[in-house]
């Protein structure tokens, strides 16, 4: 009885040694944490002026896409026909809500009517383009398809051609296109907030000089030269997000109705998403807040630590118990 006592005394006492040096792994691994975060933190505050700008400045200088208005300072290279087309971004820029368009039933309805609660994905095509604005309003289905969001419940899409010809009954069969391309579960939603929009020509450029969007028609070929978006606005119609070419990544689109919205929509895990990815608009998407994600991950590394130990002392208390009655 004594020996196992004995036995049972010595095997606690090597299990609380074994504890003491993982504690004291533990408290160096904090030291080291709280070092990594000082020299992180004193890095950034010791940048120049120059170098904290380029965090949050938009760089380049695309003339087709660019963050601010394009300035030329060598030839572009592009053909003639290009040399006055691209996208200027006007974030917060109001669009001008009292134009008048007419919707796919030929009706006169004005912009602002589709603004107020939602927000909204505006995209501007021509609807006998043979191919870019086609591959828009396929790059915005693709979205749609798989995004928890849908058009006509947590936010509203209207679709105007910027081509003053074109008349409502092509506007109806685009759409009719467009919305059965979706499940059929989301049919009846989108049918009722997807509009497709024509316009006459001074309402057309009020609408595109408010959003930057710059385009040019090519007699030669009877087609408009133009670049590729969308464009996430705010309720109130204000210009919040510019996503680029012809593909749009439903993260991306997610976050930027989400913060167009003023996080009423959405959930806590996008609220999280929202802490870790910045919209940057040089590149007209989501890239990861570099230091957020550093102090998400040092507070989930503290947390682990402070488990740990708290694991341990509990641990060490029931073996000092059990020694006791022994």
Avoid at 164 to 191: F, H, I, Q
Avoid at 260 to 276: E, F, M, R, T, W
Wanted: hydrophobic share 40%; glycine share 8%.
């Amino acid at each position: 009885m004594r020996e196992d006592g004995r036995r049972q005394t010595a095997d606690g006492r090597r299990q609380t040694a074994d504890s003491r040096k993982i504690r004291g792994f533990a408290k160096a691994a904090l030291r080291l944490f709280a070092l990594e975060i000082l020299f992180f933190c004193s890095c950034f505050l010791l940048l120049p002026p120059d170098a904290h700008a380029q965090f949050t400045q938009p760089q380049g200088n695309s003339p087709l896409y660019s963050a601010r208005p394009y300035e030329a300072r060598a030839p572009s290279g592009l053909p003639k026909a290009l040399n006055d087309v691209g996208i200027d971004q006007k974030l917060d820029e109001q669009l001008p809500l009292d134009l008048v368009f007419k919707d796919e039933n030929g009706e006169s309805v004005k912009l602002g009517n589709y603004f107020g609660k939602k927000p909204i994905v505006l995209s501007l095509v021509y609807y006998q383009c043979p191919m870019l604005c086609n591959q828009v309003l396929n790059g915005m289905v693709t979205a749609f398809k798989v995004m928890a969001f849908q058009p006509g419940q947590e936010f509203e899409v209207v679709t105007v051609s910027f081509d003053p010809r074109e008349t409502p009954a092509l506007a109806a069969a685009k759409k009719n296109t467009y919305v059965n391309y979706l499940p059929e579960a989301r049919r009846a939603s989108a049918g009722a907030g997807w509009h497709f929009l024509t316009g006459d020509e001074a309402s057309i450029k009020r609408l595109t000089d408010a959003v930057g969007f710059r385009y040019h028609f090519d007699e030669a070929t009877n087609q408009f030269a133009h670049a590729s978006a969308v464009y996430v606005t705010t309720p109130q119609g204000k210009l919040a997000r510019y996503f680029y070419g012809i593909e749009y990544a439903p993260r991306d689109l997610r976050l930027g109705l989400i913060e167009a919205a003023d996080n009423k929509i959405g959930s806590p895990v996008d609220q999280l998403l929202l802490y870790c990815y910045h919209y940057d608009p040089a590149t007209g998407k989501y890239g990861a807040r570099v230091m957020n994600l550093m102090r998400a991950g040092g507070v989930v590394t503290l947390a682990a630590l402070v488990g740990m130990l708290l694991m341990l002392r509990r641990r060490d208390r029931t073996r000092v118990d059990l020694q006791a009655r022994i």
